[in-house]
């Protein structure tokens, strides 16, 4: 018997804690989350270092971030689904108690532990038998029991090597072994990804709960709705864009379908989307908001210790493909309002279209003239000022707020949101947009510390958050007085109090989940890393791709969307990325396609995010069913439908990384951006089966190969003509000599993985300045040597580029391959866009013919 779904409120419970206890009990449930903020702003300020106290290193503050994240935990969410929700049991009570201990006992014992690492006492051993378990237990409560059960297995194999079948085994691990691994060091739970938790992503959920609490998500759809809702299908159109917004500053998807779905699905379903669409296309925008930088669902902050890559450039490589999607969902939102022939909204009529774009330009003016004001000024401010450019800027900064606040003050302010509201009239753009930009100011100083100071997320962060308190505190009384209202309309400096009490709360809750799972994952990822089992998995997962890079992919692909089924998408990304972004790098090696670790890392995290929509478990989609009331299986098999976009661009940039802007330059990334996002279009058009008109089954296949030759047109170029030429290994300091500097050469390499068993790889070998060959070859750090014929590594030097890539004494050079003049890849899109010239065509044909049917009758 299917159980009873879930309300959107207990949704929303769900999400933050499945326990509402009143009296004392709530009383100190909140306390203790606003006492993590208040913790989590203190160290990441430079507080501690102005007055000499409160100042910890990484393992203490890991400590007392998973302390708060397990109290809380067990606090906050009940044992079983009949367990108390107005009140917490006395023994939830001490088992919270006993988990914050055996965490926080890394911060109280810290000295004695390391004056003796790996010689555990006693009371190391009980309190790492007793955190475990617990830390497990809390994983089941607040995220379901895939990844405690995952983690549960991670252990037993640890525990079981030698038992294990022949291709799993290994020497096995002691239980004082496991214990110190897994909780006493940084290895395990309290590694690197419980260390992201508490540096970066507690800041950026702090920051999207007081944005929300400011009142900026309420901003955001109704200036969506504004601007779109006139439009075919603009309640959806607007919830697309909304979406984005929220999702800039949300890593939530099941958040943001109950924040912008409850406003934009009934509005949907009232200008004539069906309930399950209407769902769907929340859901899909909604879990789209997790790729999209800053926030990525805490998984921007992950890449950066994992690929060692700084934050500004994850964000970069990782904009494109999250800006194509929105915008190909954008025009799949489109299609459907023409499949299902809605109308606008209302009886507005479009403005004159010298009006329209007074008032574009204005708003575009005015945006593109604070964020110039913004980057030009601090810049030429910052040197002249000297000591004095941070009160400098804070003045700056307080004079924008005043003068955004006064303009704000000139405006109305916004109607509450009302889904049961009639859709006869749509509010004014320009109003919308001017009451609300001082909201823009903390992401102004948010990406001003990220790209430009080039400070670290969490200080970035901390930057935001506190100008998004200065607000919280100061918008109502000053709207107020500049209103004249005396606070009748907005509430006084009490109530700003109170809104950032409740920020400061809600950021908390929302951590939950999210740090239980990163310190949870820690034990799968400090098991891999004691047992080797990351290799044995290498090696299964080749066998079964049988050395296809294409397969390995699409297995990745599916391994993902099942672990995702269960787990929350940090969690999901940190274990799968552990286990198979080096393989799907080392076997692109062998086959001769060198796989940058970002694309991979990505190519991970997109379908992780996957199983938010992928029946039978899709939690965004049982989200949007209860808003929506519609069947939650129909709305994920929609939703996943119209995602299959985001399942195509992985594919697409692991053997296109142009499309992540890996050295790729500003006017080359401007020009993939557009037909990237035109062939995103296309591919939309192709699987909706609808372009001008319902699409023949051979137009749907046609606009396919279109899509596919625009985003990847080096697979027919290549076919055309090789892009390298042989060269014989003994020629290789003669071929660096003769191509250019700043190419690539390519090498194929034989020698010896660290087992000693055979392995072969390719390496693209950078071509340094050098006046000839032997100079180049001597920057490289090489020396080779012939013997049998064959050419061999005599030598590298430590620290060359050579050895950066991994090449080795006594390897030998199989091939090499030299770049060729060869025609632009480029110019495959011509014949494409051809092709797609007479797919128009043809449908443009149908298109008139029927309009003049309905009209001779």
């Keep these: 018997m299917q159980d009873k779904p879930l309300s959107t409120e207990e949704l929303i419970a769900q999400d933050v804690g499945g326990r509402s206890p009143a009296g004392a009990m709530a009383g100190i449930i909140a306390g203790l989350a606003l006492l993590w903020s208040l913790f989590q702003l203190w160290i990441a300020s430079p507080l501690p270092f102005v007055f000499g106290f409160g100042v910890f290193n990484d393992t203490e503050t890991r400590a007392i971030h998973l302390a708060f994240a397990l109290l809380l935990a067990f606090l906050a969410y009940p044992a079983f689904r009949r367990s108390p929700r107005d009140r917490v049991p006395l023994a939830d009570i001490a088992l919270g108690l006993a988990a914050a201990a055996c965490a926080a006992y890394l911060f109280v014992a810290y000295e004695q532990l390391a004056q003796r690492p790996g010689n555990l006492t006693t009371l190391d051993l009980v309190t790492a038998c007793i955190g475990i378990p617990l830390l497990l237990e809390a994983a089941r409560r607040a995220l379901g029991p895939a990844l405690a059960v995952i983690a549960l297995a991670f252990l037993a194999y640890s525990v079981a090597g030698p038992w294990m079948p022949a291709l799993l085994a290994h020497r096995g691990v002691s239980f004082s072994a496991l214990a110190n691994h897994q909780w006493i060091t940084t290895e395990g739970v309290f590694g690197i990804a419980l260390g992201v938790s508490t540096s970066f992503v507690f800041l950026f959920v702090l920051f999207g709960a007081l944005l929300e609490r400011a009142g900026a998500g309420h901003y955001f759809i109704q200036l969506a709705f504004s601007l779109l809702g006139h439009l075919r299908g603009g309640p959806a159109k607007a919830a697309v864009v909304s979406s984005a917004l929220t999702g800039v500053i949300s890593g939530s998807s099941i958040a943001n379908v109950v924040t912008t779905g409850t406003f934009t699905i009934p509005m949907m379903k009232k200008v004539g989307f069906s309930k399950e669409k209407a769902g769907a296309v929340e859901v899909a925008s909604s879990v789209n908001g997790q790729i999209m930088p800053p926030v990525m669902g805490a998984a921007a902050f992950l890449m950066v210790e994992y690929v060692g890559m700084p934050y500004v450039e994850i964000i970069k490589h990782a904009f494109l493909p999250a800006a194509i999607s929105y915008i190909a969902l954008f025009y799949i939102v489109h299609l ?91 509010p004014e753009t320009r109003a919308v947009l001017l009451s609300g930009l001082h909201f823009l100011l903390p992401v102004v100083v948010l990406v001003w510390c990220l790209m430009i100071e080039r400070l670290s997320p969490g200080l970035s962060a901390f930057w935001g958050t506190m100008m998004l308190v200065v607000i919280l505190l100061t918008q109502r009384p000053l709207l107020g007085w500049l209103r004249g209202d005396g606070g009748e309309t907005h509430g006084s400096f009490i109530d700003g109090c109170v809104d950032l009490r409740e920020g400061l709360i809600a950021g908390a809750r929302n951590m939950i989940g999210i740090g239980i799972a990163t310190a949870t994952a820690g034990i799968i990822v400090g098991a891999v890393s004691q047992t080797g089992v990351g290799l044995v998995l290498a090696d299964l997962v080749e066998f079964l791709s049988m050395g296809n890079l294409l397969l390995m992919l699409a297995l990745t692909a599916v391994f993902s969307l099942i ?12 274990v799968v990325s552990s286990l198979l972004a080096p393989v799907i790098v080392a076997l692109g090696q062998q086959n001769g396609l060198i796989v940058p670790l970002i694309a991979v890392h990505l190519f991970v995290f997109y379908f992780g995010i996957m199983a938010d929509v992928t029946p039978p478990v899709g939690l965004a989609s049982f989200a949007a069913a209860a808003v929506s009331k519609g069947d939650p299986i129909k709305t994920g098999l929609v939703a996943f439908f119209y995602s299959l976009r985001t399942a195509a661009l992985p594919f697409l940039f692991i053997f296109n990384t142009d499309l992540l802007l890996i050295d790729v330059g500003f006017a080359h990334g401007v020009l993939i951006f557009v037909v990237a996002t035109v062939a995103m279009l296309i591919f939309a058009a192709a699987t909706q089966g609808f372009f001008l008109v319902k699409s023949r089954w051979y137009e749907s296949l046609l606009l396919l190969l279109i899509a596919f030759s625009l985003f990847r047109p080096g697979f027919w170029m290549d076919m055309l003509h090789d892009p390298y030429r042989a060269v014989p290994p003994a020629e290789l300091a003669r071929a660096l000599g003769e191509v250019e500097a700043d190419s690539n050469l390519r090498l194929r390499i034989q020698g010896e993985d660290a087992l000693g068993d055979p392995r072969t790889f390719t390496v693209l070998l950078p071509v340094p300045a050098g006046a000839t060959g032997e100079e180049r070859l001597g920057k490289l750090g090489l020396q080779l040597y012939e013997q049998d014929g064959k050419t061999l590594i005599d030598n590298v030097a430590f620290g060359s580029p050579a050895a950066d890539l991994g090449l080795e004494f006594d390897q030998q050079i199989l091939d090499v391959r030299a770049p060729t003049a060869r025609w632009p890849k480029e110019l495959i899109w011509l014949p494409a866009f051809a092709l797609f010239g007479l797919v128009w065509l043809l449908q443009d044909r149908r298109r008139r013919a029927a309009a003049v049917l309905p009209a001779r009758s």
Aim: aromatic share 8%; no cysteine; hydrophobic share 50%.
């Design 336 to 426: 459907e309002a023409l499949k299902l022939g809605l109308q606008p909204i209302g009886a507005r009529q479009p403005k004159p279209w010298l009006r329209r774009l007074t008032g574009f330009a204005f708003g575009a003016a005015l945006i593109s003239g604070l964020s110039l004001a913004v980057y030009y000024g601090l810049g030429w401010l910052k040197p002249a000022l000297g000591d004095y450019a941070l009160p400098g800027i804070g003045a700056l900064l307080a004079v924008a707020y005043l003068g955004l606040l006064k303009i704000a003050a000139s405006h109305p302010p916004l109607p509450a949101e009302d889904p049961d509201k009639p859709l006869d009239a749509l």
């Design 563 to 574: 672990l995702g089924m269960g787990l929350p998408t940090t969690a999901n990304y940190i």
